[in-house]
């Protein structure tokens, strides 16, 4: 028995040394040559690779990214992931603006070798190696490559005679103790290369002015740079230079660059140069700085001084930068704010100076944070932008120290509600209200969206490290950082590496909870004070309420000016607790994290006053009120309009907009001038963000409105609508293209129906509705589609019967011309069952597959400017419609509909079609719905005939129509023309013998439900 358990521990030790490999990077020298044709957009170019497999195992392939076929077609994943953003640009380019690299040749030692593009992957290849590269050997492989520079759709590109040579070159992929890291280029998540040393070789255009990676080692070239920074230095402005015609002469510059993964080149025609100098902060070591601009000299002309505060200050806080140049360039292309490459950065734009110093300093730091830290961002995006960001911030704040780093967005001088919060706590709030958020630690950069990439990787990332830094101290946390800055400077360290690094630098501190808290979880720091009591003189029990995760935090007391008379730092608790402190002055107040390090969900909740029955409540002062940071009541001036209350002016008292609250209220009270009297809505809803599982958000709500408007006859006293909501969204990948969700409805709303054959003569009832529905969106590429499917019962008050309906509907786009101005083809089916045990109860199909109008909503779920209006007399009111049931847009006379209600529809089918006319706001449409009647045959109408006498008409099975609509802001407001109508629906339908007028073809849809802010932002796209 002692045997066999010896011999099982020995295998646990052999399969345990074999998945965890030890530490070892394979080395890639590189010899490169290459020349721009600038007639063709062309490189004409080979590349020598010196490969050294430092791994233990044999290698019989050796896997190459050709990243310039990225833009070859609009299959591959740039292009796709590209316009999953919203960016059709290049997915629509024309065949001559794209990019590829071809005349590949492989040859080893000499040898031609087997080699072939990836399947489904055209940018990246593969190489058969004709023996298996043994550990420790090395062999030499080389091709030559052309490439064809795209356009102005990424890194890599040309615009105004000006080129970005990024990801230009075949490059092996990173081989490491996780087996081949080859990978499509990607906007996001870009870069794993092994290091190694470039010698290149650049041939241009004698009159070219070219900033590359490196060292430059060409003399006459280095006094020619030398010439244009001294002319630079003596302008006092820069006016923009003309783009020569290239020179037929040629120039080859040769470079050099050490110990580096990467290498970039960028040259035009008509750059200014200017040159610096900056000794770093701890050898003293001089780095030659420069910029190359050719724009945007206002803010350009001091760029050289950002480049050296830059340098130096990431060296002071992390250690020395350690190559001998660094340069800016002002890029050509507008595709990204900017990006990094081994001592060369390139700029997209800037819209001021200190913009344009904070991009700098961002993109100077990836020096270190991707260039020297050379972790896998594709993998582990926030170890390259979140650290990097973080430092960004600690730059701006030492650049600028009297300038707010915060936000204060106002509309006309009216505060939205973000109280001049910290940006990158704004920024990451935004997303963390809406439920979208992810483990950094566990998250590839493939798994987050244009919105949460910057948010989550970039801003939240920079503010965990900032909550560390206050935990540990300035001091203590530069020392950590540069400690694993010293282990792991030139290495691939992955998150388990950097946590062993700091934890074993941060001087016996346990710092494991920031790891398996903060990086690896989506919890939140969520620490309230409730109300504070005065035990003694100066004496205080502050109660601390733990709604959050279990970490650490800081607590301050306060006096009258915001002076800090105490801090202390606090290990994390494990429920609410008491603390008692004893002052040597009265306190003020008392605050969570006063100096605002913490990633706090609800600052304004962390702050507590001395003495308040409510201290964390918010006063109330002038139009907006607010008292604590994030805190705030809004009380507003609200107006409004509609066809029987006329104009409505009140005073509403609601939650902030802006930044996502989990607890929404609105308040809009108003004065109808039209009808004498007061009406207004209001809602409250509480939104529930669970950290795992299957939902994403859940939302509980109750809603109430009452308007003169919602009785077909004016001044009519009409219950108001009353609504209990319950919705969810489920949980998918922040990157997945698929919405889910559901909603559950409670609703007594009014209903008014004529009795009696005296009319008018008319009886109100509240309607009971019960509803539950789900919808599933998919936002594919070419041909986005969605589906739900859809429940309703409903009951008149008085009454036991129950009528209901069942209907689901799928929709379905194709972009056939996928361009700025997209032209697509929309279809739409749907399919409903109804049964009715109330021929009073309109739930069911009460517009009888017609459009449905004011008149026939019967859940007063849409805003209408007219709800009284159901048959022709008002010029607009009656022909505003909702997009739904059968899609049709013609309104049926509501005397017919009257009469038709006396058999009601059992079942209805439609099919919706529509096309967009290229270029201009136009579309196409036909609808066309079969009726089934709930009994057989259908119930005759009667109408006036075109001589004026009674008629009796067949209510027929089928409807249809066909016209143009004029779609406005995105298609959600539509003005329809309805050229070819069934008889039934044509606006004389009733009385034959008048003549419509024109306007009465005539619909317009536009669905106000939208234009809630609070569901605006939440449900905006930001990425």
Known sequence: MLKQIITALLLLCLFGAQAQKPYFQQEVNYRIDVKLDDSREMLLGKVEMNYRNNSPDALDRIYIHLWPNAYKNNQTALAKQKANSGDWDFYTAPPEK????????????????????????????????????????????????????????????????QYQLCQWYPKPAVYDRNGWHYMPYLDLGEFYSEFGNFDVHITVPDNYQVAASGNLLTPSEVAYLDSLSAHASKLDSFPKLPIPESSKTFKTLHYRLENAHDFAWFCGKNYYVKQGEVA?????????????????????????????????????????????????????????????????????????????????????????FYGILASNERDHPFMDEGFNSFYEDRYMAKRYPGASPTINI????????????????????????????ASLWHTHSTGFDGETYGTLVYKRTALELKYLEAYLGTEAFDAMMQSYYETWKFKHPQPADMRQALQSAAKGKDISWWFEKRLASAGKVDYRLGRIRTTGENKYEIPVKLRGQQVPFVLAALNDTGGIIRQEWFEPIDKSTRISWQLDQPAHRFAIDAKERMPLYRRGLSQARVGKLTPALPDVKGVVGLVTRQNRVFVLPTMGFNQNDGYMLGLGVMSPIVLPQDFEYAVLPMWAFGSDQLVGQGFMRYNIHPEAGAFRRIQLGTSIQHYDNFSPIAGSNAAPAIRLTASARLRDALSSPRTRGFNLSAASVPWVRPVGLMLPAFTTQNLMLLSASYGEEYRNLRNPWSWRADAETGALSGSGNWN?????????????????????LDHRVFAGLAWNNDVNNP?????????????????????????????????????????????????????????????????????????????????????????????????????????????????????????????????????????????????????????????????????????????LVRNLRLG
């Open 98 to 161: 794209r990019g590829y690299i071809d005349s590949l040749d492989f040859v080893v030692n000499g040898q031609k070798m087997r080699w072939e593009l990836l399947p489904d992957t055209i940018d990246v290849a593969v190489v058969w190696l004709a023996q298996p590269l043994a550990p420790g050997a090395s062999l030499v492989l080389s091709t030559p490559f052309r490439v064809k520079v795209p356009g102005n759709f990424s890194r890599l590109g040309y615009s105004r005679q």
């Open 280 to 368: 770093l902060a701890h050898s003293g070591r001089k780095v030659k700085t420069a910029v190359f601009f050719s724009r945007d000299a206002e803010y350009w002309k001091d760029a050289v001084t950002y480049v050296d505060s830059s340098v130096y200050y990431y060296s002071k806080w992390l250690g020395d930068y350690p190559y001998d140049a660094c340069t800016a360039v002002d890029g050509a292309l507008t595709a990204g704010g900017g990006m990094e490459y081994p001592t060369i950065t390139v700029i997209a734009g800037a819209g001021s100076a200190r913009m344009l110093d904070l991009v700098i300093a961002h993109e100077v730091g990836h020096n270190w």
């Open 410 to 437: 106002n509309v006309a001088g009216l505060d939205l509600g973000t109280d001049n919060i910290n940006e990158t706590e704004l920024t990451y709030l935004i997303s963390k209200r809406r439920g979208k958020d």
């Open 804 to 824: 209901g309906r069942l209907s689901g509907e799928l929709r379905y786009r194709w972009y056939y011309q996928a361009e700025k101005k997209r032209s697509y």
């Open 843 to 1015: 739930v069911g199909f009460f517009s009888q597959g017609a459009a449905v109008n004011g008149a026939y909503d019967y859940r007063f779920d849409e805003v209408f400017y007219s709800r009284a209006a159901s048959q022709p007399g008002a010029v607009y009111g009656p022909f505003q419609v909702v997009l739904r049931d059968a899609g049709l847009r013609s309104v049926m006379d509501g005397r017919l509909l009257a009469q038709g209600q006396a058999n009601a529809v059992s079942g209805l089918f439609a099919y919706n079609f529509a096309i967009k006319v290229p270029k201009i706001p136009v579309e196409v449409f036909a609808n066309a719905a079969y009726r089934q009647f709930a009994a057989d045959p259908a119930n005759n109408l009667v109408r006036i005939a075109a001589d004026g006498a009674p008629q009796v008409l067949t209510n027929p099975n089928f409807l249809g129509e066909a016209g143009l609509a004029l779609v406005l802001l995105g298609g959600n407001v539509k003005v329809n023309f309805n050229a070819l109508q069934s008889p039934l629906l044509r606006p004389n339908a009733y009385n034959l013998t008048r003549q419509p007028r024109w306007f009465e073809y005539l619909s317009w849809s536009v669905d106000l439900k939208k234009l809630n802010p609070y569901d």
